[in-house]
């Protein structure tokens, strides 16, 4: 009798520890309530993705989270040791035969797949680049599952910092953003092929040259080889009017690619609305004189692997200038969204973690903008100054991976939007300003 017992009992048994993954509503719930809500003792592990908590947790313990949150299970058959992390360009990317994705956020997912998937995740990019030489080139990179990590969060879920006056002067700047201008500076530069390999964007250099120093700024245009090509970027200095001997970077590619770069490579979002929007700040920064130097930098090579920048930071160590450097500050994408929620992201690592409050402050005060941050930095142009110790941030859409036409023929300018161009530039003047001024 007591063997008949135990074979009815073990079903019970095995379905009470049955374990889901469970999808938890974090959105906006601030600061304190997400804490006490990760230490719930229902909860195997966590990892936070802006607005969503993915959790593991025993069937018995779900009812006790959704009495006070919406959640939803995932129809995932639980295998622990087959998560992982990817860092990625675009989620298409992990659209493959046994590969299950349980959440994203930033610009990183986890997923759930067996090891044979995983090997062809580490190898995807696009034919444009040379992966043998440069692991930037890589579209999706692995990296270790780590339970109760924070992958992104939400501004609205940080916990709260010191409060930055509102002044006359901040206000002033943000103002000298016109975003009629800055599209039109995307229009004429989507107007270039400027593809690294081709003589567009030699034109569009020379274009930038001209913009820069009818704001009378001192402008270089120093050289590097991508494979078998001459490339350049385009450095404008403004001197700062109290420490001209410390300086900000503000940064952008211009050159762009897409599936058939020989014929027509326009890159309106990928990278016009970057590189216009460093145009853009120099013309609201020439208007209101930093009181640090402020070096504008249109880089090229960016799309074989971040080139340019590269060229840069070695550039710095070479004339032992690293340490002046206060911040970089690149924008990669910034005018296309897919709704009517502005939402930016900011990504950076510990080195440059110190800027999220005031960012996020520029935001709450002189923008419409809804601020994620993320510290786990990938693929553009904030990368090598990140991996040499120097603090650099990317301001980039958080609606990226909906933007269908990237890297293709069909990225156009009237896909870019003026209001989200707009709004991202007035939190950049804004937060160099407020920076500035805490030195």
Not at 5 to 24: D, G, H, R
């Amino acid at each position: 009798m007591k063997w008949i017992i135990s074979i009815l009992i073990l079903p019970a048994i095995l379905f009470a520890n049955e374990m889901n993954y469970v999808v938890v509503d974090i959105n906006n719930i601030g600061y304190e309530k997400l804490q006490e809500l990760k230490e719930n003792q229902a909860f195997e592990w966590w990892v936070e993705l802006e607005d969503q908590l993915l959790t593991l947790m025993k069937k018995e313990n779900i009812n006790s989270i959704t009495e006070n949150y919406k959640c939803s299970t995932l129809p995932i058959a639980v295998e622990q040791q087959n998560l992982h992390f990817v860092k990625r360009a675009h989620q298409k990317d992990l659209l493959m035969p046994g590969v299950e994705i349980l959440g994203n956020a930033g610009r990183t997912a986890v997923i759930q797949a067996q090891k044979s998937c995983v090997l062809n995740i580490g190898q995807c990019h696009d034919s444009h680049y040379d992966t043998t030489t440069n692991s930037d080139a890589v579209h999706a990179s692995l990296a270790p599952f780590a339970p109760n990590t924070v992958v992104a969060k939400q501004a609205g879920n940080e916990m709260p910092s010191l409060a930055f006056s509102t002044r006359a002067d901040y206000s002033k700047l943000a103002n000298s953003i016109d975003g009629a201008r800055w599209k039109a500076a995307v229009d004429h530069l989507s107007s270039y092929n400027r593809y690294t390999h081709g003589d567009g964007v030699i034109e569009a250099r020379d274009w930038l040259v001209k913009q820069y120093q009818d704001l009378g700024l001192e402008v270089s245009t120093p050289s590097f080889n991508v494979s078998f090509t001459t490339a350049y970027n385009v450095v404008a200095v403004m001197k700062g009017t109290e420490r001209p001997d410390e300086f900000f970077i503000v940064g952008g590619h211009y050159d762009s690619i897409s599936q058939s770069p020989n014929t027509a490579a326009p890159g309106s979002e990928d990278n016009a609305s970057g590189a216009s929007g460093v145009l853009e700040m120099a013309r609201a920064f020439a208007k209101n004189p930093p009181k640090s130097t402020i070096i504008f930098i249109n880089f090229s090579g960016e799309e074989q692997g971040l080139v340019g920048s590269y060229k840069h930071v070695d550039e710095l160590f070479a004339k032992g200038d690293q340490g002046k450097l206060k911040a970089a500050l690149i924008m990669d994408m910034i005018g296309y969204t897919s709704d009517d929620d502005l939402d930016l992201l900011l990504e950076t690592a510990d080195v440059g973690k110190h800027l999220f409050p005031v960012f996020t402050a520029a935001a709450q005060q002189y923008t419409s903008l809804r601020i994620v941050t993320s510290l786990r930095p990938f693929g553009s142009d904030h990368v090598p100054y990140i991996k040499r110790g120097l603090p650099g941030l990317l301001t980039i859409e958080n609606d990226w991976d909906d933007y269908k036409p990237y890297h293709t023929t069909n990225d156009r300018p009237s896909k870019v939007s003026i209001d989200m161009g707009r709004e991202v530039l007035r939190m950049n003047v804004v937060t160099l300003a407020m920076l500035m001024d805490q030195d």
